[in-house]
């Protein structure tokens, strides 16, 4: 084809790219330039800020530690926690009233305590953005916050964060559910500890307390055992929940294995305060304490019913109906045990389902009189 055949086949621009200007602005080069100039120093405006952000901004919520901050008034109805001298050694001391539940110490030699600030639920979310709404589904009531700077290297620094969760059933829940994949959490003294290369997160009563360090190294494991031996000595504790008498207890499983969920457990609606553990096969146990062996019963059938739509019947046996996920083909059931509702879940198959609840309700039909509320 010819280019002037070509060119006239265009149907809306017959002359290509040719242009019609004999000749460009200066002025429009000019603002051009100018404009180019102004988007760079913006770049570099943000670049230079994103490098020295203000510290305030990283702090947010109340400071606690000015002069004119007001009395922390959260803990007004629990033991005021003890406190470790300045570094860990030296007599108890009180805590000053506006540090929360924040013993004084945290800093281990060689390192240094930021300012200590403090979010409420109707601040929360300028500190943890995104990640609210799970706390709060756990019961949150108040997070505390600090930073521990390396006094040779501010660059190496410590993040603490104590959550008041209310209860400490909900303070294990909200551990459980970002519980670190390295390392073991260890029953102590009316709470958990749990370790995990560069961070700490400790339960103690009603607190949920979690610290992530900026680097792993020996210095970091050091001041996260001191912090960790302070919080132990300071918050105020109380014993582990009955679900912990249950399953580490009665049933010898890892700390690790235990989780609470306060409401909608296994997506059902009806399923609330359920404690579970996880088995070594993958499967689920769980146990929810009633009110009345009735009220377990109802709850059994509709657990049982919650099952079967998702799966079909699977037989009966030990009084219980099994339910076969028609998805992923593991076998689910539930039934009552005295004032109990106990379950299993994701069992591979109905024998070591039925093995498994078998223990469970032995266990539970073992604990002493007034254990769970």
Not at 126 to 154: A, C, M
Not at 239 to 246: E, K, M, R, S, T
Not at 313 to 323: C, L, M
């Given at each position: ?7 006239e ?27 180019l ?8 405006w ?9 510290p305030?901004?990283?702090l ?9 901050a007001p ?22 001391a ?8 924040f ?31 799970y706390?709060k589904s756990?019961?949150?009531e108040?997070?505390w ?8 290297d ?26 670190p ?15 995990d290369?560069?961070a700490?997160?400790?339960t103690?009563?009603?607190?949920y ?9 020996d210095?970091?494991?050091?001041q ?6 302070v919080?132990g ?5 109380e014993p ?15 700390p ?19 404690h ?28 049982t019913e ?24 593991t ?23 039925e ?10 039909l ?8």
């Amino acid at each position: 084809m010819s280019r002037a055949a070509a060119r006239e086949d265009r149907v809306l621009v017959r002359d290509g790219r040719k242009h019609h200007r004999p000749r460009y602005s200066q002025a429009e080069f000019r603002i051009g330039l100018a404009v180019l100039g102004v988007l760079a120093a913006i770049v570099g405006w943000v670049a230079w800020e994103g490098a020295h952000p203000d510290p305030s901004l990283l702090l947010g919520g109340q400071d606690l530690t000015a002069a004119d901050a007001p009395a922390v008034t959260a803990l007004d109805d629990r033991a005021a926690p003890a406190a470790s001298g300045a570094g860990g050694g030296g007599e108890p001391a009180s805590a000053p009233a506006n540090r929360g539940p924040f013993p004084a110490g945290l800093a281990a030699d060689g390192w240094t305590e930021g300012t200590i600030s403090s979010f409420g639920t109707d601040n929360l979310y300028e500190k943890i953005n995104g990640r609210e709404g799970y706390y709060k589904s756990y019961g949150f009531e108040r997070l505390w916050f600090v930073s521990l700077e390396r006094t040779d290297d501010p660059a190496v620094f410590v993040d603490v964060e104590a959550y008041d969760m209310g209860t400490a059933s909900n303070a294990l829940g909200a551990y459980a559910g970002e519980r670190p994949t390295g390392g073991d959490p260890q029953v102590v003294d009316q709470g958990l500890t749990h370790f995990d290369r560069n961070a700490l997160c400790v339960t103690r009563g009603p607190f949920y307390v979690r610290a992530i360090g900026s680097e792993e190294s020996d210095r970091m494991r050091a001041q996260l055992e001191h912090l960790a031996d302070v919080l132990g000595a300071g918050l105020p504790g109380e014993p582990l929940p009955w679900n912990f008498a249950l399953f580490v207890g009665e049933l010898g499983l890892e700390p690790g294995t235990v989780s609470y969920t306060p409401e909608n457990a296994f997506s059902f609606g009806f399923a609330k305060e359920v404690h579970s553990a996880t088995l070594a096969d993958e499967s689920e146990i769980f146990v929810i304490a009633q009110s009345s062996p009735e009220a377990a019963a109802e709850l059994a059938r509709s657990f049982t019913e919650g099952f079967l739509e998702y799966g079909s019947e699977a037989g009966q046996a030990a009084g219980v109906q099994w339910v076969e996920d028609r998805y992923i083909r593991t076998v689910a059931g539930a039934k009552s045990a005295g004032s109990f509702t106990v379950g299993v879940r994701g069992a591979p198959d109905a024998a070591a389902a039925e093995a498994a609840l078998t223990r469970l309700e032995a266990a539970v039909l073992n604990l002493p009189e007034g254990t769970a509320p």
